[in-house]
Protein backbone atom coordinates (compact mmCIF):
# COMPACT_ATOMS: atom_id res chain seq x y z
CA UNK A 1 0.00 0.00 0.00
CA UNK A 2 1.22 3.61 -1.13
CA UNK A 3 -0.19 5.49 1.78
CA UNK A 4 -1.65 7.73 -1.50
CA UNK A 5 -3.91 10.69 0.09
CA UNK A 6 -4.34 12.86 -2.69
CA UNK A 7 -7.76 12.40 -2.43
CA UNK A 8 -7.63 12.61 1.04
CA UNK A 9 -9.00 15.28 3.52
CA UNK A 10 -9.55 17.76 0.71
CA UNK A 11 -12.14 19.20 2.88
CA UNK A 12 -15.00 20.48 0.56
CA UNK A 13 -18.64 20.46 1.42
CA UNK A 14 -19.63 17.79 4.39
CA UNK A 15 -16.24 17.74 5.74
CA UNK A 16 -15.23 19.50 9.18
CA UNK A 17 -12.82 21.88 8.38
CA UNK A 18 -12.25 23.41 11.67
CA UNK A 19 -8.55 24.64 11.96
CA UNK A 20 -6.29 22.06 14.15
CA UNK A 21 -9.27 19.80 14.06
CA UNK A 22 -9.16 19.73 10.55
CA UNK A 23 -5.43 18.70 11.37
CA UNK A 24 -6.15 15.78 13.50
CA UNK A 25 -9.01 14.44 11.32
CA UNK A 26 -6.51 14.49 8.46
CA UNK A 27 -3.49 12.60 10.21
CA UNK A 28 -5.69 9.90 11.47
CA UNK A 29 -7.06 9.80 7.77
CA UNK A 30 -3.26 9.76 6.58
CA UNK A 31 -2.44 6.73 8.79
CA UNK A 32 -5.25 4.53 8.24
CA UNK A 33 -4.43 1.60 6.33
CA UNK A 34 -8.01 1.50 4.93
CA UNK A 35 -10.12 2.51 2.50
CA UNK A 36 -12.53 4.85 3.27
CA UNK A 37 -15.75 6.46 1.93
CA UNK A 38 -17.71 9.23 3.13
CA UNK A 39 -21.28 10.15 1.47
CA UNK A 40 -23.46 12.93 3.26
CA UNK A 41 -27.18 12.27 2.60
CA UNK A 42 -28.34 16.18 2.97
CA UNK A 43 -25.29 17.41 0.59
CA UNK A 44 -25.05 14.33 -1.77
CA UNK A 45 -21.49 14.70 -1.48
CA UNK A 46 -19.25 10.75 -1.67
CA UNK A 47 -15.44 11.27 -0.93
CA UNK A 48 -12.94 8.76 -0.83
CA UNK A 49 -10.84 9.02 1.75
CA UNK A 50 -7.61 7.67 3.40
CA UNK A 51 -6.09 4.73 1.53
CA UNK A 52 -8.34 4.25 -0.85
CA UNK A 53 -6.12 4.19 -4.04
CA UNK A 54 -4.47 0.82 -2.72
CA UNK A 55 -7.99 -1.08 -2.31
CA UNK A 56 -9.08 0.59 -5.74
CA UNK A 57 -7.95 2.14 -8.89
CA UNK A 58 -11.66 4.06 -9.45
CA UNK A 59 -13.17 7.11 -8.63
CA UNK A 60 -16.37 7.61 -7.20
CA UNK A 61 -17.75 11.03 -6.81
CA UNK A 62 -21.34 10.56 -6.54
CA UNK A 63 -24.07 7.91 -5.43
CA UNK A 64 -24.03 6.75 -8.89
CA UNK A 65 -20.35 5.59 -9.02
CA UNK A 66 -21.27 3.20 -6.64
CA UNK A 67 -21.82 0.99 -8.89
CA UNK A 68 -18.50 1.25 -9.81
CA UNK A 69 -17.20 -0.11 -6.02
CA UNK A 70 -19.59 -3.21 -6.92
CA UNK A 71 -17.41 -4.26 -10.03
CA UNK A 72 -14.46 -4.42 -8.10
CA UNK A 73 -15.81 -7.24 -5.86
CA UNK A 74 -16.11 -11.06 -7.07
CA UNK A 75 -19.56 -11.65 -8.34
CA UNK A 76 -21.14 -13.59 -4.87
CA UNK A 77 -20.44 -10.54 -2.88
CA UNK A 78 -21.74 -8.37 -4.87
CA UNK A 79 -25.42 -8.38 -4.04
CA UNK A 80 -24.27 -8.45 0.44
CA UNK A 81 -21.96 -5.26 -0.66
CA UNK A 82 -25.30 -3.78 -2.43
CA UNK A 83 -26.66 -4.35 0.84
CA UNK A 84 -24.07 -2.71 2.97
CA UNK A 85 -23.30 0.69 0.59
CA UNK A 86 -27.14 0.98 1.69
CA UNK A 87 -27.16 0.00 5.28
CA UNK A 88 -29.77 2.83 5.72
CA UNK A 89 -32.57 1.36 3.46
CA UNK A 90 -32.59 -1.31 6.61
CA UNK A 91 -32.78 1.39 9.35
CA UNK A 92 -29.61 0.11 10.63
CA UNK A 93 -26.90 1.91 11.91
CA UNK A 94 -23.78 -0.06 11.28
CA UNK A 95 -23.46 -3.54 9.55
CA UNK A 96 -20.22 -5.56 8.05
CA UNK A 97 -19.46 -8.42 5.64
CA UNK A 98 -16.39 -9.58 3.93
CA UNK A 99 -15.99 -9.62 0.42
CA UNK A 100 -12.86 -10.88 -1.90
CA UNK A 101 -11.68 -8.22 -4.45
CA UNK A 102 -11.35 -9.07 -7.82
CA UNK A 103 -8.04 -9.93 -9.35
CA UNK A 104 -5.80 -9.19 -6.59
CA UNK A 105 -6.32 -12.08 -3.92
CA UNK A 106 -7.59 -9.49 -1.27
CA UNK A 107 -9.63 -10.04 1.15
CA UNK A 108 -11.72 -6.51 2.67
CA UNK A 109 -13.58 -6.72 5.45
CA UNK A 110 -16.39 -3.79 4.62
CA UNK A 111 -17.79 -1.83 7.70
CA UNK A 112 -20.32 0.63 7.05
CA UNK A 113 -22.03 3.36 10.15
CA UNK A 114 -24.69 5.79 9.48
CA UNK A 115 -25.73 8.56 11.40
CA UNK A 116 -29.50 9.70 11.58
CA UNK A 117 -30.80 12.68 13.06
CA UNK A 118 -33.95 13.06 15.29
CA UNK A 119 -36.63 11.93 13.24
CA UNK A 120 -34.70 8.99 12.32
CA UNK A 121 -33.48 10.59 8.73
CA UNK A 122 -30.06 9.07 7.64
CA UNK A 123 -27.39 12.50 7.51
CA UNK A 124 -24.26 10.83 6.83
CA UNK A 125 -22.78 7.13 6.23
CA UNK A 126 -18.80 5.79 6.43
CA UNK A 127 -18.37 2.87 4.83
CA UNK A 128 -14.83 1.31 5.51
CA UNK A 129 -12.64 -1.21 3.60
CA UNK A 130 -10.06 -3.12 6.03
CA UNK A 131 -7.44 -5.41 4.26
CA UNK A 132 -7.86 -8.94 6.19
CA UNK A 133 -6.45 -11.10 4.17
CA UNK A 134 -4.02 -12.55 6.41
CA UNK A 135 -6.43 -13.04 8.61
CA UNK A 136 -8.97 -14.46 6.38
CA UNK A 137 -6.24 -16.94 5.30
CA UNK A 138 -5.64 -17.78 9.50
CA UNK A 139 -9.07 -18.57 9.52
CA UNK A 140 -9.01 -20.84 6.51
CA UNK A 141 -6.32 -22.66 8.24
CA UNK A 142 -8.07 -22.53 11.74
CA UNK A 143 -11.19 -24.14 10.42
CA UNK A 144 -8.85 -26.26 8.13
CA UNK A 145 -7.34 -27.92 11.28
CA UNK A 146 -10.80 -27.68 13.03
CA UNK A 147 -12.33 -30.02 10.60
CA UNK A 148 -9.33 -32.04 9.03
CA UNK A 149 -7.26 -34.35 10.47
CA UNK A 150 -3.71 -33.38 9.36
CA UNK A 151 -1.97 -36.48 8.52
CA UNK A 152 -4.47 -37.91 6.66
CA UNK A 153 -6.61 -35.02 5.19
CA UNK A 154 -9.53 -36.69 6.00
CA UNK A 155 -12.08 -35.11 8.39
CA UNK A 156 -11.52 -35.27 12.15
CA UNK A 157 -14.27 -37.24 14.33
CA UNK A 158 -16.08 -33.75 16.00
CA UNK A 159 -16.30 -32.78 11.81
CA UNK A 160 -17.79 -36.41 10.32
CA UNK A 161 -20.01 -36.35 13.21
CA UNK A 162 -21.69 -33.00 12.21
CA UNK A 163 -22.11 -34.18 8.66
CA UNK A 164 -23.25 -37.61 9.46
CA UNK A 165 -25.84 -35.62 11.52
CA UNK A 166 -26.72 -33.56 8.37
CA UNK A 167 -26.53 -37.36 6.61
CA UNK A 168 -29.32 -38.85 9.10
CA UNK A 169 -31.75 -35.78 9.35
CA UNK A 170 -31.73 -36.03 5.24
CA UNK A 171 -32.83 -39.38 5.95
CA UNK A 172 -35.33 -39.25 8.07
CA UNK A 173 -37.09 -36.96 5.61
CA UNK A 174 -36.74 -38.77 2.74
CA UNK A 175 -37.12 -42.27 4.26
CA UNK A 176 -33.52 -43.56 2.72
CA UNK A 177 -30.79 -45.30 5.16
CA UNK A 178 -27.02 -43.82 6.14
CA UNK A 179 -24.46 -46.97 6.56
CA UNK A 180 -21.21 -46.32 9.01
CA UNK A 181 -18.55 -48.32 7.78
CA UNK A 182 -15.82 -48.38 11.29
CA UNK A 183 -12.38 -49.41 10.20
CA UNK A 184 -9.50 -50.55 12.21
CA UNK A 185 -6.23 -52.13 11.27
CA UNK A 186 -5.41 -55.15 12.53
CA UNK A 187 -2.63 -55.25 14.34
CA UNK A 188 -1.25 -51.60 14.23
CA UNK A 189 0.42 -51.65 17.09
CA UNK A 190 2.32 -54.37 15.96
CA UNK A 191 3.56 -52.45 13.11
CA UNK A 192 4.34 -48.91 15.40
CA UNK A 193 6.22 -51.02 17.87
CA UNK A 194 8.52 -53.09 15.96
CA UNK A 195 8.80 -51.23 13.12
CA UNK A 196 8.06 -47.51 15.00
CA UNK A 197 5.61 -45.02 14.84
CA UNK A 198 7.08 -43.15 11.84
CA UNK A 199 6.67 -45.73 9.21
CA UNK A 200 3.15 -46.32 11.42
CA UNK A 201 1.81 -42.87 10.60
CA UNK A 202 3.05 -43.59 6.73
CA UNK A 203 0.57 -46.62 7.11
CA UNK A 204 -1.97 -44.15 8.34
CA UNK A 205 -1.43 -41.70 6.01
CA UNK A 206 -1.36 -43.75 2.79
CA UNK A 207 -4.49 -46.36 3.48
CA UNK A 208 -6.39 -43.28 4.75
CA UNK A 209 -6.12 -41.31 1.55
CA UNK A 210 -7.18 -44.35 -0.40
CA UNK A 211 -9.98 -44.26 1.81
CA UNK A 212 -10.09 -40.83 0.60
CA UNK A 213 -10.83 -41.35 -3.17
CA UNK A 214 -14.51 -42.50 -1.66
CA UNK A 215 -15.55 -39.45 -0.69
CA UNK A 216 -18.19 -38.01 -2.79
CA UNK A 217 -21.40 -35.54 -2.08
CA UNK A 218 -23.22 -38.83 -0.82
CA UNK A 219 -20.03 -40.25 1.19
CA UNK A 220 -17.74 -38.66 3.82
CA UNK A 221 -14.38 -40.35 5.12
CA UNK A 222 -12.67 -39.52 8.35
CA UNK A 223 -9.79 -40.87 10.69
CA UNK A 224 -11.03 -40.77 13.94
CA UNK A 225 -7.81 -41.29 15.23
CA UNK A 226 -4.75 -43.69 15.55
CA UNK A 227 -5.97 -46.59 12.80
CA UNK A 228 -9.51 -45.65 13.25
CA UNK A 229 -11.48 -44.78 10.13
CA UNK A 230 -14.79 -44.12 9.69
CA UNK A 231 -16.71 -43.49 6.43
CA UNK A 232 -20.30 -42.47 6.35
CA UNK A 233 -22.70 -43.39 3.74
CA UNK A 234 -26.40 -41.68 2.95
CA UNK A 235 -28.55 -43.83 1.22
CA UNK A 236 -25.72 -46.70 0.22
CA UNK A 237 -26.17 -48.43 -3.11
CA UNK A 238 -23.77 -49.56 -5.77
CA UNK A 239 -20.86 -48.01 -6.29
CA UNK A 240 -21.28 -46.48 -2.79
CA UNK A 241 -22.68 -49.69 -1.13
CA UNK A 242 -20.79 -50.83 1.88
CA UNK A 243 -20.17 -54.51 -0.04
CA UNK A 244 -18.73 -52.09 -2.86
CA UNK A 245 -16.55 -50.12 -0.60
CA UNK A 246 -15.51 -53.27 1.04
CA UNK A 247 -14.45 -54.81 -1.97
CA UNK A 248 -12.49 -51.78 -3.33
CA UNK A 249 -10.62 -52.27 -0.29
CA UNK A 250 -9.82 -55.82 -0.13
CA UNK A 251 -8.73 -55.37 -2.80
CA UNK A 252 -5.97 -52.63 -2.53
CA UNK A 253 -5.16 -54.29 0.39
CA UNK A 254 -4.11 -57.41 -1.46
CA UNK A 255 -1.12 -55.07 -2.67
CA UNK A 256 1.36 -53.75 0.26
CA UNK A 257 1.78 -49.97 0.63
CA UNK A 258 5.25 -49.09 -0.31
CA UNK A 259 7.20 -47.04 3.12
CA UNK A 260 9.60 -43.85 2.33
CA UNK A 261 12.04 -46.30 3.48
CA UNK A 262 11.66 -48.66 0.43
CA UNK A 263 9.67 -51.15 2.93
CA UNK A 264 6.70 -52.77 1.70
CA UNK A 265 3.64 -53.61 4.04
CA UNK A 266 0.46 -55.72 4.06
CA UNK A 267 -1.91 -54.89 6.03
CA UNK A 268 -6.08 -56.12 7.22
CA UNK A 269 -8.50 -54.45 8.25
CA UNK A 270 -11.62 -55.67 10.41
CA UNK A 271 -14.36 -53.58 9.48
CA UNK A 272 -18.10 -53.12 11.83
CA UNK A 273 -20.97 -51.50 9.77
CA UNK A 274 -24.23 -50.30 11.25
CA UNK A 275 -26.93 -48.55 9.68
CA UNK A 276 -29.57 -45.56 10.26
CA UNK A 277 -32.48 -45.80 11.54
CA UNK A 278 -32.20 -50.07 11.73
CA UNK A 279 -29.09 -49.35 14.40
CA UNK A 280 -29.64 -46.31 16.44
CA UNK A 281 -31.22 -43.25 15.62
CA UNK A 282 -28.51 -41.28 16.89
CA UNK A 283 -25.49 -40.14 15.37
CA UNK A 284 -22.91 -40.73 18.40
CA UNK A 285 -25.42 -44.09 18.85
CA UNK A 286 -24.59 -45.59 15.28
CA UNK A 287 -20.93 -44.80 15.08
CA UNK A 288 -21.05 -46.86 18.63
CA UNK A 289 -23.01 -49.73 16.97
CA UNK A 290 -20.44 -49.54 14.34
CA UNK A 291 -17.39 -49.60 16.57
CA UNK A 292 -18.91 -52.63 18.66
CA UNK A 293 -19.56 -54.61 15.95
CA UNK A 294 -16.08 -53.98 14.80
CA UNK A 295 -14.89 -55.42 17.82
CA UNK A 296 -16.42 -58.46 17.00
CA UNK A 297 -15.34 -58.99 13.84
CA UNK A 298 -12.14 -58.90 15.89
CA UNK A 299 -12.14 -61.42 17.77
CA UNK A 300 -13.58 -63.39 15.10
CA UNK A 301 -9.98 -63.50 13.55
CA UNK A 302 -9.61 -59.89 12.07
CA UNK A 303 -9.13 -59.36 8.28
CA UNK A 304 -13.77 -59.21 8.09
CA UNK A 305 -16.37 -57.22 7.83
CA UNK A 306 -19.28 -57.61 10.78
CA UNK A 307 -22.63 -56.05 9.86
CA UNK A 308 -25.17 -54.79 13.21
CA UNK A 309 -26.99 -57.53 14.82
CA UNK A 310 -29.02 -56.85 18.15
CA UNK A 311 -27.39 -60.23 20.08
CA UNK A 312 -24.01 -58.61 19.07
CA UNK A 313 -25.01 -55.48 21.00
CA UNK A 314 -26.54 -56.82 24.08
CA UNK A 315 -24.17 -58.83 24.61
CA UNK A 316 -21.72 -56.44 24.50
CA UNK A 317 -23.97 -54.17 26.86
CA UNK A 318 -24.50 -57.45 29.24
CA UNK A 319 -20.38 -57.31 29.32
CA UNK A 320 -19.82 -54.34 29.84
CA UNK A 321 -22.35 -53.72 32.70
CA UNK A 322 -20.49 -56.96 34.03
CA UNK A 323 -17.11 -55.56 34.09
CA UNK A 324 -18.57 -52.46 36.43
CA UNK A 325 -19.79 -54.86 38.58
CA UNK A 326 -16.89 -57.15 38.78
CA UNK A 327 -15.14 -54.07 39.44
CA UNK A 328 -16.99 -53.40 43.02
CA UNK A 329 -17.50 -57.22 43.57
CA UNK A 330 -16.65 -57.96 47.68
CA UNK A 331 -15.81 -61.48 46.73
CA UNK A 332 -17.07 -62.68 50.70
CA UNK A 333 -20.24 -61.57 49.70
CA UNK A 334 -20.47 -62.09 46.30
CA UNK A 335 -18.32 -65.39 45.09
CA UNK A 336 -18.93 -68.87 46.74
CA UNK A 337 -16.67 -71.59 45.41
CA UNK A 338 -18.60 -74.97 44.37
CA UNK A 339 -16.63 -78.04 44.34
CA UNK A 340 -17.85 -81.13 40.94
CA UNK A 341 -16.83 -84.69 42.05
CA UNK A 342 -14.88 -86.39 39.76
CA UNK A 343 -15.17 -90.30 40.38
CA UNK A 344 -12.48 -92.89 39.24
CA UNK A 345 -14.33 -95.99 36.86
CA UNK A 346 -11.86 -98.38 38.20
CA UNK A 347 -13.60 -98.99 41.35
CA UNK A 348 -16.54 -96.08 41.32
CA UNK A 349 -14.47 -94.09 44.43
CA UNK A 350 -14.18 -90.27 44.49
CA UNK A 351 -10.65 -89.23 43.07
CA UNK A 352 -11.28 -85.66 43.97
CA UNK A 353 -13.14 -82.37 42.87
CA UNK A 354 -12.94 -79.57 40.91
CA UNK A 355 -12.92 -75.94 42.46
CA UNK A 356 -15.32 -74.13 40.21
CA UNK A 357 -16.37 -70.28 40.95
CA UNK A 358 -19.67 -69.01 41.28
CA UNK A 359 -20.87 -64.81 41.43
CA UNK A 360 -23.69 -64.28 42.43
CA UNK A 361 -24.29 -60.08 42.10
CA UNK A 362 -26.06 -57.41 43.87
CA UNK A 363 -28.98 -57.86 41.96
CA UNK A 364 -29.35 -61.56 42.91
CA UNK A 365 -28.32 -63.30 39.39
CA UNK A 366 -26.09 -65.99 39.34
CA UNK A 367 -23.55 -65.19 36.40
CA UNK A 368 -21.62 -68.31 34.76
CA UNK A 369 -17.72 -68.00 35.03
CA UNK A 370 -17.80 -68.50 31.43
CA UNK A 371 -18.76 -65.13 31.01
CA UNK A 372 -17.28 -63.69 33.76
CA UNK A 373 -13.54 -64.81 34.08
CA UNK A 374 -12.33 -64.02 30.58
CA UNK A 375 -13.60 -60.51 31.43
CA UNK A 376 -11.53 -60.67 34.10
CA UNK A 377 -8.94 -61.73 32.22
CA UNK A 378 -9.18 -59.03 30.10
CA UNK A 379 -9.36 -55.93 32.69
CA UNK A 380 -6.40 -57.48 35.33
CA UNK A 381 -9.62 -58.58 37.99
CA UNK A 382 -8.31 -62.33 37.49
CA UNK A 383 -5.65 -61.64 39.96
CA UNK A 384 -7.62 -60.85 43.03
CA UNK A 385 -10.20 -63.05 41.82
CA UNK A 386 -7.65 -66.16 41.20
CA UNK A 387 -5.82 -65.60 44.71
CA UNK A 388 -9.62 -66.11 46.22
CA UNK A 389 -10.27 -68.88 44.74
CA UNK A 390 -6.86 -70.56 45.62
CA UNK A 391 -7.21 -69.72 49.47
CA UNK A 392 -11.00 -70.33 49.53
CA UNK A 393 -10.87 -73.83 47.76
CA UNK A 394 -7.58 -75.01 49.83
CA UNK A 395 -9.19 -73.54 53.25
CA UNK A 396 -12.50 -75.63 52.50
CA UNK A 397 -10.39 -78.71 51.11
CA UNK A 398 -8.59 -78.54 54.33
CA UNK A 399 -11.61 -78.14 56.49
CA UNK A 400 -12.99 -81.37 55.00
CA UNK A 401 -9.56 -83.27 55.31
CA UNK A 402 -9.57 -82.66 58.89
CA UNK A 403 -13.25 -83.40 59.34
CA UNK A 404 -13.51 -86.62 57.45
CA UNK A 405 -9.20 -87.60 57.75
CA UNK A 406 -8.97 -88.45 54.32
CA UNK A 407 -6.65 -87.21 51.55
CA UNK A 408 -8.56 -86.64 48.19
CA UNK A 409 -7.08 -84.11 44.96
CA UNK A 410 -8.18 -80.65 44.77
CA UNK A 411 -8.46 -79.05 40.89
CA UNK A 412 -8.15 -75.80 41.25
CA UNK A 413 -8.48 -74.11 37.31
CA UNK A 414 -5.90 -71.58 36.85
CA UNK A 415 -5.81 -68.75 34.15
CA UNK A 416 -2.95 -67.87 32.08
CA UNK A 417 -2.38 -64.36 33.97
CA UNK A 418 -1.67 -66.11 37.07
CA UNK A 419 0.09 -68.42 35.80
CA UNK A 420 2.87 -65.64 34.59
CA UNK A 421 3.04 -63.64 37.64
CA UNK A 422 6.29 -64.03 39.49
CA UNK A 423 4.93 -64.61 42.80
CA UNK A 424 1.97 -67.29 41.57
CA UNK A 425 4.08 -70.15 42.85
CA UNK A 426 4.99 -68.23 46.31
CA UNK A 427 1.72 -67.88 46.74
CA UNK A 428 0.56 -71.12 46.49
CA UNK A 429 2.91 -72.77 48.41
CA UNK A 430 1.98 -69.98 51.40
CA UNK A 431 -1.17 -70.69 51.01
CA UNK A 432 -0.64 -74.73 51.31
CA UNK A 433 1.29 -74.42 54.21
CA UNK A 434 -1.51 -72.18 56.12
CA UNK A 435 -4.02 -74.57 55.83
CA UNK A 436 -1.85 -77.63 55.65
CA UNK A 437 -2.59 -79.18 53.03
CA UNK A 438 0.49 -80.93 50.76
CA UNK A 439 0.99 -79.84 46.86
CA UNK A 440 0.51 -83.67 46.02
CA UNK A 441 -3.56 -82.84 47.20
CA UNK A 442 -3.61 -80.32 44.82
CA UNK A 443 -3.87 -80.46 40.76
CA UNK A 444 -3.31 -77.17 39.18
CA UNK A 445 -5.57 -77.00 35.30
CA UNK A 446 -4.27 -75.27 32.79
CA UNK A 447 -5.33 -74.89 29.05
CA UNK A 448 -3.64 -75.75 25.83
CA UNK A 449 -3.59 -72.20 24.75
CA UNK A 450 -1.25 -71.13 28.20
CA UNK A 451 1.43 -73.83 26.63
CA UNK A 452 1.26 -72.24 23.11
CA UNK A 453 1.75 -68.63 23.94
CA UNK A 454 5.77 -69.94 25.54
CA UNK A 455 6.01 -73.52 25.39
CA UNK A 456 9.22 -73.15 26.99
CA UNK A 457 8.89 -70.95 29.73
CA UNK A 458 5.84 -72.57 30.45
CA UNK A 459 7.31 -75.99 30.39
CA UNK A 460 10.25 -74.83 32.62
CA UNK A 461 7.82 -73.75 35.35
CA UNK A 462 5.64 -76.40 35.02
CA UNK A 463 8.90 -78.25 36.09
CA UNK A 464 9.11 -75.99 39.18
CA UNK A 465 5.38 -77.03 40.28
CA UNK A 466 6.12 -80.51 39.50
CA UNK A 467 9.42 -80.08 41.56
CA UNK A 468 7.40 -78.80 44.47
CA UNK A 469 5.18 -81.71 43.94
CA UNK A 470 1.89 -80.54 42.47
CA UNK A 471 -0.26 -82.41 39.78
CA UNK A 472 -0.80 -80.09 36.01
CA UNK A 473 -3.86 -81.11 34.09
CA UNK A 474 -4.37 -79.93 30.86
CA UNK A 475 -7.53 -78.48 30.89
CA UNK A 476 -10.08 -78.64 27.77
CA UNK A 477 -8.03 -80.85 25.42
CA UNK A 478 -9.10 -80.79 21.50
CA UNK A 479 -10.79 -77.58 21.89
CA UNK A 480 -7.93 -75.35 21.11
CA UNK A 481 -4.47 -76.37 18.89
CA UNK A 482 -5.42 -80.23 19.97
CA UNK A 483 -2.05 -81.53 18.48
CA UNK A 484 -1.16 -84.80 20.02
CA UNK A 485 2.51 -84.68 18.94
CA UNK A 486 3.50 -81.89 21.35
CA UNK A 487 1.70 -83.74 24.56
CA UNK A 488 4.71 -86.22 24.24
CA UNK A 489 7.30 -85.13 27.04
CA UNK A 490 5.10 -82.48 28.81
CA UNK A 491 5.18 -82.33 32.32
CA UNK A 492 2.05 -82.97 32.97
CA UNK A 493 -0.29 -85.82 34.61
CA UNK A 494 -3.54 -85.64 33.45
CA UNK A 495 -5.39 -84.81 30.20
CA UNK A 496 -8.87 -83.69 30.29
CA UNK A 497 -10.73 -84.33 27.04
CA UNK A 498 -13.35 -82.00 26.69
CA UNK A 499 -17.25 -82.13 27.40
CA UNK A 500 -17.37 -81.59 22.92
CA UNK A 501 -15.79 -84.67 22.39
CA UNK A 502 -17.90 -86.43 24.84
CA UNK A 503 -21.17 -84.63 23.75
CA UNK A 504 -20.70 -86.55 20.02
CA UNK A 505 -18.69 -89.64 21.59
CA UNK A 506 -22.05 -91.71 20.88
CA UNK A 507 -23.57 -90.12 17.64
CA UNK A 508 -20.57 -89.41 15.31
CA UNK A 509 -18.32 -91.93 14.22
CA UNK A 510 -15.50 -89.55 13.63
CA UNK A 511 -15.13 -88.31 17.31
CA UNK A 512 -15.22 -91.85 18.76
CA UNK A 513 -12.20 -92.36 16.30
CA UNK A 514 -10.05 -89.77 17.76
CA UNK A 515 -11.51 -89.65 21.16
CA UNK A 516 -10.52 -93.35 21.36
CA UNK A 517 -7.01 -92.70 19.90
CA UNK A 518 -6.70 -89.69 22.69
CA UNK A 519 -7.34 -92.11 24.96
CA UNK A 520 -5.04 -95.06 23.66
CA UNK A 521 -2.34 -92.44 23.68
CA UNK A 522 -2.28 -90.98 26.35
CA UNK A 523 -2.16 -93.85 28.51
CA UNK A 524 0.74 -95.10 26.78
CA UNK A 525 2.34 -91.41 27.14
CA UNK A 526 1.42 -92.46 30.92
CA UNK A 527 -0.84 -89.73 31.27
CA UNK A 528 -4.64 -90.11 33.49
CA UNK A 529 -7.22 -89.46 31.13
CA UNK A 530 -10.29 -87.15 32.39
CA UNK A 531 -13.46 -87.06 30.78
CA UNK A 532 -15.51 -84.20 31.33
CA UNK A 533 -19.17 -83.59 30.66
CA UNK A 534 -19.89 -86.88 30.83
CA UNK A 535 -24.27 -86.35 30.79
CA UNK A 536 -25.52 -90.13 30.19
CA UNK A 537 -24.67 -93.46 30.90
CA UNK A 538 -24.00 -94.26 27.33
CA UNK A 539 -21.26 -92.51 27.56
CA UNK A 540 -20.36 -93.15 30.89
CA UNK A 541 -20.48 -97.20 29.51
CA UNK A 542 -18.84 -96.27 26.26
CA UNK A 543 -16.02 -94.70 27.99
CA UNK A 544 -15.11 -97.01 30.95
CA UNK A 545 -15.10 -99.60 28.18
CA UNK A 546 -12.32 -97.24 26.75
CA UNK A 547 -10.71 -97.35 29.97
CA UNK A 548 -10.86 -93.75 30.46
CA UNK A 549 -9.45 -93.47 33.94
CA UNK A 550 -12.00 -90.79 35.33
CA UNK A 551 -15.38 -89.52 35.23
CA UNK A 552 -16.92 -85.78 35.73
CA UNK A 553 -19.95 -85.02 34.62
CA UNK A 554 -23.61 -84.21 35.82
CA UNK A 555 -24.35 -88.29 35.23
CA UNK A 556 -22.16 -88.56 38.28
CA UNK A 557 -22.85 -85.18 40.06
CA UNK A 558 -22.92 -81.38 39.23
CA UNK A 559 -21.11 -78.83 41.09
CA UNK A 560 -22.09 -78.84 44.49
CA UNK A 561 -21.64 -76.37 47.34
CA UNK A 562 -18.93 -77.42 49.93
CA UNK A 563 -21.92 -78.32 52.93
CA UNK A 564 -22.81 -80.70 50.32
CA UNK A 565 -19.64 -82.03 49.39
CA UNK A 566 -19.52 -82.92 53.05
CA UNK A 567 -22.63 -84.68 52.93
CA UNK A 568 -21.28 -86.69 50.22
CA UNK A 569 -17.97 -87.32 52.31
CA UNK A 570 -20.16 -88.47 55.27
CA UNK A 571 -21.49 -91.45 52.88
CA UNK A 572 -18.57 -91.98 50.56
CA UNK A 573 -15.18 -91.76 52.53
P1 LIG B 1 -14.01 -75.90 32.87
O1 LIG B 1 -12.74 -75.80 33.62
O2 LIG B 1 -14.00 -76.71 31.62
O3 LIG B 1 -15.06 -76.48 33.88
C1 LIG B 1 -16.03 -77.40 33.54
C2 LIG B 1 -17.33 -76.73 33.30
O4 LIG B 1 -18.24 -77.66 32.76
C3 LIG B 1 -17.98 -76.21 34.57
O5 LIG B 1 -18.73 -75.07 34.21
C4 LIG B 1 -18.91 -77.32 34.94
O6 LIG B 1 -19.97 -76.89 35.75
C5 LIG B 1 -19.39 -77.74 33.58
N1 LIG B 1 -19.85 -79.10 33.55
C6 LIG B 1 -19.34 -80.17 34.24
N2 LIG B 1 -20.00 -81.28 33.95
C7 LIG B 1 -20.95 -80.96 33.06
C8 LIG B 1 -21.96 -81.70 32.36
O7 LIG B 1 -22.11 -82.91 32.51
N3 LIG B 1 -22.75 -81.01 31.50
C9 LIG B 1 -22.61 -79.68 31.31
N4 LIG B 1 -23.44 -79.08 30.47
N5 LIG B 1 -21.66 -78.93 31.93
C10 LIG B 1 -20.85 -79.58 32.80
P2 LIG B 1 -18.60 -73.76 35.02
O8 LIG B 1 -18.49 -74.04 36.45
O9 LIG B 1 -19.68 -72.90 34.52
O10 LIG B 1 -17.21 -73.22 34.58
C11 LIG B 1 -17.01 -72.78 33.31
C12 LIG B 1 -15.58 -72.43 33.08
O11 LIG B 1 -15.19 -71.30 33.84
C13 LIG B 1 -14.64 -73.51 33.50
O12 LIG B 1 -14.58 -74.46 32.51
C14 LIG B 1 -13.35 -72.75 33.69
O13 LIG B 1 -12.73 -72.53 32.43
C15 LIG B 1 -13.84 -71.42 34.20
N6 LIG B 1 -13.71 -71.38 35.66
C16 LIG B 1 -14.54 -71.82 36.60
N7 LIG B 1 -14.04 -71.61 37.83
C17 LIG B 1 -12.84 -71.02 37.66
C18 LIG B 1 -11.83 -70.54 38.54
O14 LIG B 1 -11.92 -70.64 39.77
N8 LIG B 1 -10.71 -69.98 37.99
C19 LIG B 1 -10.56 -69.88 36.64
N9 LIG B 1 -9.46 -69.34 36.17
N10 LIG B 1 -11.50 -70.32 35.79
C20 LIG B 1 -12.63 -70.88 36.28
CA1 LIG C 1 -11.29 -76.92 34.39
CA1 LIG D 1 -12.57 -78.11 31.00
Redesign the pocket.
Known amino acids: MNGNTEQGVAGGEGIPKVGSEEQMFRMICNTSSCAILYYNFQSGVVRTLANWNSFFDIEVKNEDDFEKIYDCVEKQYVFSLKELLHTECRGMTSDSMVAALKGNNLWVECEAVVEYDGEGRPVEKVIRFKDVTKFKYQDEELAYLAYHDVLTGLYNRNYFVRHLGNFTQRASESKKKVAVMFLDIDDFRKINDVLGIIVGDEVVQQFGQFLGTFRSGQTIVSRFNSDIYCIGIYDPQEERSVEGIYRAIRERLQKPFIISSGQELIISVSVGVAEYPEAAKDVLELVNCAEIVMFKAKSGGKNAIQYFKVPILDDFLQNASIENKLKEAAFHENFVM?F?PQYRIRDGKLRGA?????WKDDDGNMI???VF?PIAEKNGA?VP??DW?IEESIRLYAGWKKKYNMSLILS????SI?YKRDDFVGKLTDTLEKYGVKPSEVEL?I?ESVLIEDFVEVTDKLLILKGYGFKISL??FGTGYSSLSYLKGLPIDTL?I??SFIDTVISDYNTRIITESIIHMVKKLGYETVA????TKEQYDYLKSMECDTI????LS??LPSDQVEELLERDV
Open positions: YQEALIRSPSIIIGVINVSQETDDKDKEGVEQGYFRP
